[in-house]
């Protein structure tokens, strides 16, 4: 700042102009990494902020420390930048590094983003020490450190320590996978009993939200609690669409469970009267319905339909899409698979982004459907299908301009493909102008595919086809599913329904997801980070940015970004090619309080 407590750097002894120059530019890149990494209370908080051995005693095996009057607010990470003063240039730092994070796990825990900011705090430390050595030339220690050597080896650090940046911000981002948008670490934090316990359950295939997981107990509506008495609101979670616990739901359930739970091999009127009901909802072309457990086995089984029904078995997808973990379906998602490339009958192409498409979005998704298509036929194979998610969800949440899907979808069925609309995430009134995702666009789809919200928790999917698929597809080789349209099922999906009218929820997404949007595009215009808003209803994207440059990706920022929201009881997450976009579903029931106290949460991030 312009009156430093410790004295002015720019007043340290032999600094000559270009010197100052490279000073200068490293206060800029010291204020955007620090600014960036946040001040949230995981980080952040009372510090000694001089515990360096001067300041250590030592009786044998007993360890004390002196000298209390630099204790102040600073980042934790400050306090190894503090042990380590007047050794930045030192070959040993390094082992000392790895040496104080080993100490530091063993009593508290240490994330891969607060490791990853200590060569920052370093050199931090060492440019206030400049300014210090400048200030108090008639001191002992400054008379040990140098003088004029002391900051030349700072300007010489700075140097490495700029290189090593610059390095790192041109370099490619990297893509990342879906599933690994949010690490945590297994041996630290207040529960890392409980963490220990699920790896030693589930293995390598856990997948716990943050670094520092958070134990659920209980939720209803909105609002979700945990073990600690802390209570976060849900942003997130898209499949309790009506919040969770909702009483009609429950009921729904408990009193059919309590009645009769079997398969569909009886005549069950609760099951044909949620399939009408659901039915009500879609084009008459897709008059048939088949009953699944889980959105994974509807793509599949919607993929195998595609095949019988084209003769094709070629099919196109977007870059970062995620339709499902089935070994059929694992192969058009992209956004999981973490080794190896995608097999010969699969193709992806870019999301609908204006970014790649430019002015016109709906003429360059078609040209590259066209080019997929022709990449298929080299290979030998003849396509099947278009299978999107009809928000383009892990992509990054794409739903403009409206209509921009026919395009594409003509193209397919003139080379003899169908189109599958993948419905799980964007269907069910959440895009609020339309009850389903391919009704924005008005198309009528040859196969649907939907699960999560459809039983508001409760286990279940489907697809929908036109009769002449299933026929055909059945008199090969048939499909029976044991749980799939379950009585149960049938009540849950049933209430689910009932209430989405019965409360007009729909509008309620509508009107609330502009609400939403108008203020995020106002936070907008005055964050430096945020890059564009996008979406309709309640699913919405925010792109995030580099500082004064937001069209450049910042992936670390966006973690920050979630991880402080945590902080404040917001639960959201992230998508697109580089975990940039922050992904926000909130429930259909969202109220005018809860979008503010999001809103105010985050306009305190950005």
């Given at each position: ?428 009134a959440r895009m609020g102008e339309t009850f389903w995702g391919f009704d924005f666009h008005g198309i009528i789809p040859d196969i649907v595919t939907m699960g999560k919200p459809m039983g508001n928790g409760f286990p279940m999917a489907a697809v929908a086809t036109r009769p002449d698929y299933l026929q055909s597809f059945c008199a090969d080789v048939g499909y029976f599913n044991t749980f799939g349209g379950n009585p149960v099922a049938a009540a849950a999906g049933q209430a689910v329904l009932d209430t989405i009218q019965q409360e007009n ?75 940039a976009t922050l992904k926000l579903r909130p429930l259909l029931t969202l109220s005018r309080y809860e979008a503010d106290f999001f809103l105010d949460a985050l306009s305190k991030q950005v």
């Open positions: 700042g312009p009156e430093p407590l410790w004295g002015d750097w720019r007043e340290a002894l032999g600094l000559d102009e270009q010197g100052k120059v490279v000073l200068e530019q490293l206060c800029q890149l010291l204020e955007s990494q620090l600014e960036a990494y946040g001040e949230g209370a995981d980080r952040f908080g009372l510090v000694h902020a001089d515990l360096r051995l001067a300041n250590l005693l030592a009786d044998g095996h007993d360890l004390g420390v002196i000298d209390f009057d630099d204790c102040g607010f600073s980042w934790f990470m400050y306090d190894f930048a503090s042990a380590v003063s007047f050794l930045e240039l030192s070959p040993l730092l390094p082992e000392l590094e790895r040496a104080w994070v080993r100490g530091y796990k063993s009593i508290s825990p240490l994330s891969a983003e607060d490791e990853a900011m200590i060569s920052t705090f370093v050199m931090f430390r060492r440019l206030l020490l400049t300014a210090w050595v400048a200030s108090h030339p008639e001191t002992e220690t400054a008379a040990e450190a140098g003088f004029d050597q002391y900051t030349q080896g700072t300007i010489e650090l700075a140097k490495r320590y700029l290189a090593e940046n610059e390095q790192q911000d041109t370099s490619p981002l990297s893509e990342k996978r879906i599933l690994d948008m949010n690490a945590f670490e297994a041996k630290s934090g207040q529960h890392k009993e409980n963490v220990t316990r699920r790896l030693d359950n589930l293995g390598a295939a856990s997948v716990l939200f943050y670094q520092e997981p958070i134990e659920m107990v209980s939720a209803q509506g909105a609002w979700m609690q945990a073990a600690d008495g802390k209570r976060y609101l849900d942003f997130y979670n898209n499949v309790p669409c009506l919040g969770h616990c909702h009483p009609s739901v429950v009921a729904a359930v408990s009193k059919q469970i309590a009645t009769l739970n079997v398969h569909t091999r009886y005549l069950v009127s609760v099951v044909d009267d949620y399939l009408e009901s659901l039915k009500a909802t879609l084009p008459e072309s897709v008059s048939n319905v088949v009953m699944t457990c889980s959105g994974s086995e509807a793509n599949d089984l919607a993929m195998r339909l595609a095949e019988q029904a084209s003769g094709g078995t070629g099919f196109i997808v977007t870059e970062d899409a995620y339709h499902g973990n089935t070994s059929l379906v694992t192969t058009v998602s992209p956004s999981i698979i973490k080794q190896g490339s995608l097999p010969d009958n699969v193709v992806a192409i870019p999301a609908p982004s204006s970014s790649v498409y430019e002015g016109d979005i709906a003429a360059g998704f078609a040209a590259k459907v066209a080019e997929a298509i022709d990449t298929l036929q080299q290979r030998g194979i003849k396509v099947a299908a278009l299978l999107v998610d009809t928000i383009f969800s892990s992509d990054g949440i794409f739903s403009e301009p409206r209509g921009f899907l026919k395009q594409a979808v003509e193209v397919v069925r003139n080379a003899g493909g169908v189109f599958i609309a993948d419905e799980v995430q964007p269907g069910f929820l729909q509008e309620n997404a509508r009107k609330m997801g502009d609400y939403l949007k108008q203020q995020l595009q106002f936070i907008a215009q005055q964050s430096s980070y945020i890059a564009d808003v996008r979406g309709q209803g309640l699913f919405l994207g925010i792109d995030i940015g580099e500082k004064d440059n937001k069209h450049n990706p910042n992936p670390t920022k966006t973690r920050h970004i979630i991880n402080g929201l945590k902080q404040a009881g917001v639960l959201i997450g992230a998508a697109g090619k580089y975990g």
